[in-house]
Structures are given as C-alpha cells and as structure tokens.
C-alpha cells in the first residue's frame, strides 16, 4: 500500500534544525572531526537509500535520496539539485555543473514554487 503523500506545509519550523542538532551531538562526543557542511555530504552519499511522496499545494511528487533532480525556472533555465532525507523531510543542495560546485544544504520547505515542481524530473 502506498503511503499518503506529505503535505510540506505540514512541517514543523523546528524540523529545520534535526540535522544540525544531530551533527551537534556527534561534535561535541568527537565522534565528527568535520564542519556540517561537510558532514552533510558524507551522510547525502551513505545515506539509507529513501523515498518520500510529498505534496506543495496541488503539486504530488517524489523524492529520493542520494538522487539528482532537475527543475525548470519560467525562464526555462534548468536548476539542478541533489536530494537527502531525514525521516521523510528533504534537504537540497543546488548544483553549478559548469564549475562542478556543489552549494550548501538548505530545507526544503519554500524553495520552489508550483509551477517549477511540476517540471521535476529525476536526473540520476
């Protein structure tokens, strides 16, 4: 049986913080010798393979972690970004292939509208 999708509105503002009391927690046990950036890309690539169906408005779609996904701007314009769950909420970390940069992890809530989710698509 399918799971019911999650509505992103439905987070908790505090859900934010779960990640960065995490790494929190393992810094202060030194059991992490890196900053939470860095320690974010180490969980995004061994990480428990995931997936959540999420809803924003009337917009249904998957995420998975460990994935890339691609949306388009009404510029048209592509923006790239990787994906990494916690317990169902999703964190993403935009790409700049052309300079192979990878920016920080933000939360996912707020950062695309409507109209640019309809246009995900999973890149690999």
Known sequence: MQRQAIDVASFPKDRILVLFFEWQAHVRQHAVPMGYDAWLDQRYLQGPAAAVTLKQKRVVFELMHGAVFEVRG???RRRLFRVQLENDFP???????ANAVN????A????FTQAELMTLRRVY
């Open 74 to 76: 009404k510029d048209g």
């Open 108 to 111: 996912f809530p707020g950062v």
């Open 103 to 106: 920016y920080p992890w933000v």
């Open 91 to 97: 964190y993403v970390s935009f790409r700049d292939p």
